[in-house]
């Protein structure tokens, strides 16, 4: 079995696994303030974010894209702190807020939340506290001490109280690490340096102190070794004891050197210290003592920053491999732990007190039991009342203090007991009720009452009952505490406390009879009951049956009461409760049916029976609920015909809730029972619900009843809103028929849903004798025609004339018309039209007249009208077109008239007079019918003129339009008549750009060419000669050159660039050198005519230097570098040096180019003209030149030109340049192409270059220069980074011993690092394995040891490979390698000393398994050693299975102590196969866990008695006594058979024995049986068996002993009878009257009459034995009579 550790150790989570980079995981990038969130900065790409670790959801990470330099996070809240610089900002997450911000004025290098609400800041000088709460800014507390000035700050840490507050930093000195500690105090204001790593303040309550210590404590790791110090900071509170200073030793193992402490927490709940090292060890101390309880190494990595984990109250932190690990105290087996392992029993004690954990329980019940057999009541009452689980505080506990007398003038032991137990913690019910029994017996009821404020007693139903003797209302607090609901209950009810009994229950969830207790309350109290029962229905699911309820209100007749309480019982209206709906309503309608409307009225209830409640109103004469309950259409139609006793209002909407075919029979049925007492409510009902009855039934239903009046009135409501038409003509029809002649004529008017037609027929009809109705109809729907018909044929022709002059004037001219269609006289119609002042259309007056070619009819008409001035276009146009047909000087009248329509008239005037058409249309600008016009009658002159005039762009480009097939006539007028007639420049700008605009260009040449070149007003016209110039460029080139000869007054510039962008390049440059713009001009020879001879001569003519320039680029272009640089050279132009240089570069002309820059040098001093001047130099050999121009003053840039001259080879140069400005690196590796190597050397030592010293150093070895290659690969080797370059360039080309060579001088170097030890045991384990272990003995703290193990494993090196492997403490794979390859790897003392530290259990299983096939017989060494972590159960059933149980004896028997039942077993079976019964019997006597009935069976069987005796024995053991009796018998072992009969206790098993051996003839084993089981017999059976046997005499003294016995109690019970009988008779008063007792005292039944049982001496009736006289017979054994109703010893009748 495995050893149980006190702690628990666990993952919680591995930070890699939910997507953190493991490079984010250190110190710097990590922060934890407590065990709720991890912050953690990433970069992800070039975006940084902040990761938040919920530690509650940890698969789910916050991610936030968030720069900052540092970022914390709230112990407890989602907050974080974020710091960038100096600026510090906090945010609130989950509100999206910033809660804070501040800036520093110093760097702020370390921080952390002290608590909740506080951030401590520390700078380089200072630290600061700052709040998050308000404005509040940092407010500085202390400044830093000199110690710490130059350490990195790791941590900061305060008490609870902020009084002390500590600052932790460490640094390197002299090889190792040392902390360094300031602990201020705030009271004090000063501060101490304190050396120390890590460290942390804790509470601790010592015994006997009133109030918490303060302790500070602290670790330290100095060259002497580790300690850790505890002590009180401050002075101690008043009443405390001083805490004693502790100080002991902290281990660290051989192998750790290097480690030193690194975090510390404390836990408030254990008391104990939390000690985290850098190497991954966890140490474990108690507090109070300073002990170290437990150390082991947890984590192969270094954990960077703890915090206390709340939920088990132990320590959590992260390592460097981004694991988050939890170690916490294991209860269960801390205190076990301590007494076995660490065996310090009184550690053991005070922490199982202290923390209230099991595992002591053996200990303290030692404890107790010497203190109180040492007469220290006391003190064993402190030690029971401390005991954790209250494992003593028992009913024995206080039997045995019962038991001890009470000493006088003391406190008796068993009151200092609960006293104790008063002061520390609460009774529990034994003794709750041991204490209270005397404290009520005395009346001292106040006690109790403060006990049970206080808490400090364990309430139980016992306890209440034994209080509710003496008061009820206490027992009700006590029986409220033990939770015994059915007492509380009782109390309630008894102390009329009714309302709290629901209340209780609810909150205790306790089920009483409510309705029992319901009926008792009505009996007592109805108002009480009333409030109870509506308590019981108040909860959505009652508490009792509603219906039973009910009848306990019906059973006491409260009507009023119940109907109450079901009104608040139903009010949720649910379905389950419709019975108790319908008994709501039966009983109020039966009973008070004016209650039962309001409720309906109140329409609470849905679910009732709805039938028989109708019926129910119908009978009360509720006429109207009833309606509301009937479905059937036979009862509504019989109860709807009452309309007398209905609301209206309500019966309107009613009917809503009928169907259609419902209404309208219920409508017919009022209509048919009494039209006139239910029309009006008929035509209400049939208005608001006639979209659903539909118009047309319920015009029907009138009409079946012939009721037009309310048809009318019904469709009166119905069609202002209708738009059916049947419905308005009903309407129309409806009010003809009652002579409503206004709402005729106003829906005639109005409604616009009719038919016209059907309406218009009607009233022709009807013959009214108002035609006002037909008028409107007529007027609105144009039957105006009609009308006049209609009117003038029957003698209506005054309505005519009101028609027009009253109803509508605008309709005179259909009446006209019409009157002309009936030959009406002209007098009539001309009459008519003057009396007619309405407006009216004269447009349609005179289509009307024209139409029927009566149009100078109107002319008196419309001349009156002139006159008046009207100016209406109508008018003027109509007397137009008679002044055109009758040839009345048209032309003046179109000319100067301005009111005609211009396009009427001139469409008008088209066919008759074209001219006349153009007049009008031109005075109108009806552009479009004019050209029409023109086009067909060929009037292109007058379309020309008018164009011109006009100009319109749009018009222009309609006309040139080339579909227009009249175009070029058009153009023609244009150019011979129009433009030659203007002298506006507008006309002739707008028709030129027409001209262009339409793209004609010969056409505008045309143009142009008549306006400039024939001498016009326009022939200098700047514009029209560009435009003459630019327009033959585009239609007739062959022309420009001629334009450009003989016009003088254009743009010359502009004109050119055109030119040339129409590839017209002798033009352009014609006219360039006309007007003399020469740097143009050669400019279009070179770029345009590409002719470079040209333009040369054309530079040689001008000799300009901006022509020359101009040149040299286009030959430079052209790559003529010589030419060019020859035309820059006499253009002195510097200006584009760059591409000349690059020029000449690319073409080598080095020589030219020295020429160039030496001209250019004159003229500037660039640094890039001097550089490249040297680079030409060097590229011509002119080295004297070039060592002549850099030795002087110079702006050159050597070190590029140096660069240029070693890339191109060209050393010597180089070598010149670089020595010149002293860069020895370049030179060394110029020197090196030169092979001049000790001079590169030399020159590498001046460089001191990593990167120089790489290149001399390969290229020495490359010329096989081993001595300079090892000179300069010292340079080399002691940078890490550069060393696997050196490594696999010397192993690429095979110089191994040269290169060990190198690295074995390098060791002796002071810079000597890791990775060339580590690089040097790798070169061994390929090319020299034997040196390699010498190597790794003396160096292996300096090597990278996972390196050296991959290269170990590689190369089979495999005791190498162990030795690396428990060096790096992976000690699971060392014993994996040496199991792997144990003639080579293992070796005995090293793997027994291995396999203990090693992490995986399971190899302890497979070391078994090794040592079996390889070292059998040192398996039971390997065991012993294996042993405290081992899963014996495991390994025990390993060997089982294999058989070589034998082989482990010696490992079982040091095992067996743990009492492990595999392993006792497994012993046992070893034992029982040596036939070792000694060995057996002590290992059973000692060790009792295993399968005892398993091996009593088979041990039984056994051939060998003595083990046959041990199967009785464990029969025994297990209470099978018969079974053990009966092997013993088997075996004739008679003394074991009496024992075992007599430990049974049995009566039966010793009676069978003790006949067993009369029956086998063993009279003496009989007389011993009965000495053995004496108190078990019984006399009368011993008696029976002697005399049967005849061995009186061996069973006479077994007889008279028992004689004996009895005659003793004889004796004591007469004489307690006589004191008790002396007793009553001096408690008893003397009779107040001389009669004979009644025997009502006695109850009836039970005592017999006076002498019916005669009384005999010592008062004992006569014929009655004692008690036990009937050989042994127990009391009551003789018909059932209980020993205490004998009769008293003085006559009478009554009995106890």
């Known amino acids: 079995?495995?050893?149980?550790?006190?702690?628990?150790?666990?993952?919680?989570?591995?930070?890699?696994?939910?997507?953190?980079?493991?490079?984010?995981?250190?110190?710097?990038?990590?922060?934890?303030?407590?065990?709720?969130?991890?912050?953690?900065?990433?970069?992800?790409?070039?975006?940084?974010?902040?990761?938040?670790?919920?530690?509650?959801?940890?698969?789910?990470?916050?991610?936030?894209?968030?720069?900052?330099?540092?970022?914390?996070?709230?112990?407890?809240?989602?907050?974080?702190?974020?710091?960038?610089?100096?600026?510090?900002?906090?945010?609130?997450?989950?509100?999206?807020?910033?809660?804070?911000?501040?800036?520093?004025?110093?760097?702020?290098?370390?921080?952390?939340?002290?608590?909740?609400?506080?951030?401590?800041?520390?700078?380089?000088?200072?630290?600061?506290?700052?709040?998050?709460?308000?404005?509040?800014?940092?407010?500085?507390?202390?400044?830093?001490?000199?110690?710490?000035?130059s350490c990195q700050i790791i941590n900061y840490r305060t008490d609870a109280s902020l009084k002390w507050l500590l600052l932790i930093g460490i640094q390197a000195q002299q090889h190792r690490v040392v902390g360094a500690m300031q602990l201020y105090s705030v009271e004090r204001g000063v501060s101490q340096p304190i050396e120390g790593h890590a460290a942390a303040f804790a509470q601790l309550q010592l015994p006997g102190n009133p109030t918490e210590s303060t302790l500070f404590?602290?670790?330290?790791?100095?060259?002497?070794?580790?300690?850790?110090?505890?002590?009180?900071?401050?002075?101690?509170?008043?009443?405390?004891?001083?805490?004693?200073?502790?100080?002991?030793?902290?281990?660290?193992?051989?192998?750790?050197?290097?480690?030193?402490?690194?975090?510390?927490?404390?836990?408030?709940?254990?008391?104990?210290?939390?000690?985290?090292?850098?190497?991954?060890?966890?140490?474990?101390?108690?507090?109070?003592?300073?002990t170290c309880i437990y150390m082991n190494r947890i984590s192969g990595d270094t954990i960077f920053v703890t915090a206390i984990h709340e939920a088990s109250s132990g320590i959590v932190g992260v390592n460097r491999k981004g694991q988050v690990l939890s170690v916490s105290v294991d209860e269960a087996n801390i205190v076990p732990y301590i007494t076995t392992t660490l065996q310090n029993g009184d550690l053991a004690l005070r922490i199982a007190t202290r923390n209230n954990l099991a595992g002591a329980e053996q200990l303290l019940v030692q404890k107790f039991n010497q203190l109180f057999l040492q007469g220290q009541y006391s003190e064993a009452a402190k030690v029971a009342a401390k005991a954790p689980k209250g494992i003593l505080r028992t009913p024995e506990t206080i039997q045995r203090f019962q038991t001890v007398p009470q000493q006088p003038g003391q406190t008796s032991p068993l009151l200092q007991y609960f006293g104790i137990l008063l002061e520390t913690s609460q009774l529990n019910k034994y003794e709750a009720l041991e204490l209270c029994k005397p404290v009520l017996q005395q009346g001292k009821k106040q006690l109790l009452e403060k006990w049970l404020k206080e808490d400090k007693l364990e309430c139980s139903e016992e306890l209440g009952d034994m209080v509710k003797q003496v008061d009820p209302t206490l027992a009700l607090s006590v029986y409220l505490r033990a939770n015994v609901p059915l007492k509380v209950i009782q109390c309630f009810a008894e102390t009329g406390q009714f309302q709290k009994i629901v209340l209780y229950a609810k909150k205790v969830n306790y089920q009483p009879d409510y309705i029992f207790l319901l009926r008792n309350i009505m009996r007592i109290n109805p108002e009480q009951g009333e409030l109870f029962a509506t308590m019981l229905a108040q909860d959505d699911e009652p508490l009792a049956d509603l219906n039973q309820i009910v009848d306990v209100f019906m059973e006491v007749n409260m009507v009023q009461q119940c109907t109450k309480f079901l009104l608040e019982a139903l009010k949720n209206n649910k379905p389950e409760q419709a019975a108790l709906q319908t008994r709501l309503l039966e009983m109020n309608l039966m009973t008070a049916p004016q209650v039962a409307d309001a409720i309906l009225s109140n329409q609470m209830f849905t679910h009732y029976d709805k039938a028989h409640v109708a019926q129910l109103c119908e009978k009360a004469g509720l006429l109207q609920r009833a309606l509301e309950h009937y479905t059937d259409i036979y009862d509504i139609k019989r109860a709807v015909v009452h309309t007398h006793m209905l609301n209206p209002d309500w019966l309107v909407n009613y009917f809503g809730s009928l169907s259609v075919e419902d209404s309208l029979e219920c409508l017919r049925a009022m209509l048919q029972a009494n039209i006139r007492q239910n029309l009006q409510v008929s035509v209400k009902i049939a208005s608001k619900y006639h979209e659903q009855l539909t118009p047309s039934a319920l015009i029907e239903l009138f009409e079946s009843f012939k009721s037009f009046e309310g048809l009318f009135y019904f469709l009166g409501s119905v069609v202002n809103y209708s738009q059916d038409s049947d419905v308005h003509f009903k309407y129309i029809q409806a009010a003809c028929k009652t002579g409503q002649m206004k709402e005729v004529e106003r829906i005639c008017r109005e409604s616009n849903c009719y038919a016209p037609e059907r309406v218009k027929n009607y009233l022709k009809e009807a013959k009214l004798t108002d035609q006002l109705p037909l008028i409107i109809v007529c007027d609105r729907f144009d039957f105006v025609h009609d009308l006049v018909l209609y009117l003038y044929r029957n003698n209506l022709q005054k309505y005519i004339e009101i028609y027009v002059q009253k109803v509508n004037p605008a309709r005179l001219p259909s009446v006209v018309g019409g009157l002309l269609d009936v030959d009406c006289s002209e007098d009539v119609i001309k009459n008519l039209a003057l009396t007619v002042k309405g407006s009216f259309s004269t447009d349609e007056l005179v289509e009307e007249v024209e139409k029927r070619n009566r149009l100078k009819l109107l002319l008196p008409w419309l001349e009156s009208k002139i006159q008046?001035?009207?100016?209406?276009?109508?008018?003027?146009?109509?007397?137009?077109?008679?002044?055109?047909?009758?040839?009345?000087?048209?032309?003046?009248?179109?000319?100067?008239?301005?009111?005609?329509?211009?396009?009427?008239?001139?469409?008008?005037?088209?066919?008759?007079?074209?001219?006349?058409?153009?007049?009008?249309?031109?005075?109108?600008?009806?552009?479009?019918?004019?050209?029409?016009?023109?086009?067909?009658?060929s009037l292109f002159k007058s379309e020309a003129r008018y164009l011109v005039r006009r100009r319109d762009p749009d018009l222009w480009a309609l006309v040139l339009d080339p579909e227009n097939s009249f175009r070029r006539q058009l153009i023609d007028q244009v150019v011979q008549t129009a433009l030659s007639e203007t002298q506006d420049a507008e006309d002739v700008s707008v028709t030129v750009k027409a001209f262009m605009t339409a793209d004609l260009p010969n056409e505008l040449i045309e143009l142009l060419e008549k306006i400039v070149l024939e001498n016009s007003v326009f022939a200098d016209h700047r514009n029209l000669q560009n435009l003459l110039i630019l327009t033959a460029i585009k239609a007739d080139q062959s022309r420009v050159m001629e334009y450009i000869n003989r016009l003088d007054n254009y743009d010359a510039p502009d004109i050119a660039n055109i030119a040339i962008s129409s590839q017209l390049f002798e033009e352009a440059f014609a006219i360039f050198k006309k007007f003399e713009v020469n740097t143009s001009a050669i400019e279009v020879l070179i770029v345009n005519i590409h002719n470079l001879d040209r333009a040369y001569e054309f530079a040689e003519r001008c000799n300009e230097s901006a022509v020359w320039s101009l040149l040299a680029k286009a030959q430079l272009e052209e790559e003529m570098v010589k030419e060019s640089i020859d035309s820059y050279i006499k253009a002195d132009d510097p200006s584009t040096f760059t591409e000349v240089i690059e020029a000449a570069n690319n073409s080598g002309n080095f020589e030219d180019l020295v020429r160039y820059l030496q001209m250019a040098r004159k003229k500037t001093r660039e640094t890039f003209i001097e550089t490249e001047l040297v680079f030409a130099f060097a590229k011509t050999n002119r080295l004297a030149d070039l060592e002549e121009f850099i030795s002087g003053p110079n702006h050159a840039q050597i070190q590029q030109v140096g660069e240029r001259c070693y890339n191109e080879k060209m050393y010597e140069a180089a070598k010149l340049l670089f020595n010149n400005i002293s860069n020895f690196a370049r030179l060394a590796s110029t020197l090196v192409h030169l092979g001049e190597f000790q001079a590169a050397v030399d020159s590498a030592r001046k460089a001191n270059s990593t990167r120089t010293w790489k290149e001399v150093c390969f290229s020495c070895v490359e010329a096989e220069e081993f001595r300079l290659a090892q000179v300069c690969g010292l340079h080399i080797v002691i940078h890490a980074d550069e060393l696997e370059d050196l490594i696999e360039f010397y192993e690429r080309r095979g110089y191994f011993n040269e290169l060990i060579a190198l690295l074995e001088a390098a060791l002796g170097l002071e810079r000597a690092h890791m990775g060339m030890f580590t690089e040097l045991a790798i070169l061994y384990s390929k090319y020299k394995p034997g040196k390699m272990r010498e190597h790794l003995e003396l160096f292996w703290s300096r090597v990278n040891i996972p390196k050296v193990l991959r290269a170990a494993e590689q190369a089979h090196l495999w005791p190498e490979l162990v030795f690396l492997y428990d060096k790096y403490e992976e000690f699971d794979n060392s014993v994996i390698t040496m199991m792997a390859h144990p003639t080579e790897a293992w070796k005995e003392a090293q793997f027994k000393e291995v396999i203990t530290k090693v992490a995986n259990i399971e190899l302890y299983h497979r070391a078994i398994q090794f040592y079996l096939d390889h070292k059998p017989l040192l398996l039971n060494d390997l065991l012993l050693v294996l042993t405290p972590r081992l899963d014996h159960t495991r390994a025990v059933g390993y060997f089982t299975k294999l058989r070589h149980l034998g082989l482990v004896k010696p490992y079982l028997r040091s095992v067996q102590i743990n009492n492990n039942k595999a392993v006792n077993e497994a012993l046992n079976f070893v034992l029982i196969d040596e036939e070792d019964f000694e060995g057996l019997r002590k290992s059973i006597d000692s060790f009792n866990n295993f399968d005892n009935i398993a091996l009593a069976q088979q041990l039984e069987k056994h051939e060998l008695i003595e083990f046959r005796r041990i199967a009785a024995y464990l029969y025994k053991g297990n209470n099978r006594w018969?079974?053990?009796?009966?092997?013993?018998?088997?075996?004739?072992?008679?003394?074991?058979?009496?024992?075992?009969?007599?430990?049974?206790?049995?009566?039966?098993?010793?009676?069978?024995?003790?006949?067993?051996?009369?029956?086998?003839?063993?009279?003496?084993?009989?007389?011993?049986?009965?000495?053995?089981?004496?108190?078990?017999?019984?006399?009368?059976?011993?008696?029976?068996?002697?005399?049967?046997?005849?061995?009186?005499?061996?069973?006479m003294p077994y007889l008279i002993q028992v004689t004996r016995e009895y005659l003793t109690k004889v004796d004591r019970l007469q004489q307690s009878d006589a004191e008790r009988t002396e007793e009553q008779q001096e408690q008893q008063p003397p009779p107040m009257m001389m009669e004979p007792q009644l025997m009502i005292t006695a109850g009836p039944g039970l005592g017999p009459p006076p002498g019916m049982m005669p009384v005999g001496p010592g008062g004992m009736p006569m014929g009655m034995m004692p008690p036990g006289a009937m050989g042994g017979m127990p009391p009551g054994a003789m018909g059932g009579m209980p020993p205490f109703q004998q009769p008293p010893p003085s006559g009478g009748g009554a009995f106890y």
């Not at 006349?916 to 050209?931: H, N, S, T």
């Not at 088997?1530 to 029956?1559: C, G, H, P, V």
């Open 217 to 290: 404590t602290f670790a330290v790791r100095t060259p002497q070794g580790g300690k850790l110090h505890v002590i009180e900071v401050g002075q101690p509170a008043q009443g405390n004891q001083p805490f004693t200073k502790k100080a002991v030793d902290v281990f660290f193992p051989p192998e750790a050197q290097g480690d030193f402490p690194v975090a510390m927490q404390t836990s408030a709940k254990y008391d104990v210290i939390y000690l985290i090292t850098k190497f991954g060890y966890i140490h474990l101390y108690d507090l109070e003592t300073g």
């Open 1 to 149: 079995m495995a050893q149980n550790l006190p702690i628990k150790f666990q993952e919680l989570i591995q930070l890699q696994n939910i997507g953190i980079n493991v490079q984010t995981i250190g110190f710097a990038t990590l922060t934890m303030e407590s065990d709720k969130f991890i912050c953690v900065r990433e970069k992800v790409g070039e975006s940084a974010q902040v990761v938040i670790v919920d530690m509650a959801s940890p698969q789910n990470p916050i991610r936030r894209p968030i720069s900052a330099d540092s970022a914390i996070m709230n112990p407890a809240s989602r907050v974080i702190a974020l710091k960038a610089g100096k600026t510090l900002q906090i945010f609130n997450i989950e509100m999206k807020s910033k809660m804070k911000a501040h800036t520093m004025t110093d760097d702020v290098i370390f921080w952390r939340w002290i608590n909740l609400k506080t951030v401590a800041l520390v700078t380089e000088t200072s630290v600061y506290h700052w709040s998050v709460e308000g404005d509040a800014q940092p407010e500085k507390v202390f400044d830093r001490h000199s110690s710490l000035a």
């Open 1522 to 1595: 018969a079974q053990s009796v009966d092997l013993c018998k088997k075996d004739l072992l008679y003394k074991d058979a009496m024992q075992y009969a007599s430990e049974s206790r049995n009566t039966e098993t010793a009676e069978t024995l003790i006949a067993w051996f009369l029956e086998i003839g063993k009279p003496e084993c009989f007389a011993s049986c009965l000495y053995s089981c004496y108190d078990l017999l019984r006399p009368d059976v011993i008696m029976e068996l002697a005399w049967r046997h005849s061995i009186m005499d061996y069973a």
């Open 868 to 937: 008046e001035g009207v100016e209406e276009p109508a008018t003027h146009n109509a007397l137009a077109k008679i002044y055109i047909d009758s040839n009345n000087n048209p032309e003046r009248f179109l000319r100067e008239n301005q009111f005609y329509d211009s396009k009427v008239i001139g469409k008008y005037c088209e066919k008759r007079d074209p001219h006349l058409a153009c007049v009008a249309f031109e005075r109108g600008q009806c552009d479009a019918e004019l050209i029409k016009v023109c086009n067909e009658n």
